[in-house]
């Protein structure tokens, strides 16, 4: 059995195609106006940026950019 409708990405993702390697790359970044917007928070603000690359084979697979507020 798969999983349902209502399984997370990642996870629907996984049981498809399963990755070999990853790599995550952490940063500090200043909130620019349209992610102040969206986070709802001053532009300028400190924010916590984490960049996610997968892979299968060599293959690329995902990409991801996850902003959080700083605070």
């Known amino acids: ?3 349902s409708a209502a399984a997370p990405p990642g996870t629907w ?3 498809r195609i399963p990755w070999t390697d990853a790599e995550h790359a952490i940063r500090a970044k200043a ?3 349209k992610a102040a917007s969206t ?5 300028g603000e400190a924010c916590l940026v984490v960049e996610r ?3 299968a084979a ?3 697979i995902t990409w991801v950019r996850l902003i959080y507020p700083g605070a």
Do not use: C, V
């Open 13 to 15: 993702l996984l049981d």
């Open 1 to 3: 059995a798969g999983p």
């Open 58 to 60: 060599r293959r690329p």
């Open 39 to 43: 986070l709802e928070i001053a532009a």
């Open 53 to 55: 690359r997968t892979w």
């Open 31 to 33: 909130a620019d106006a």
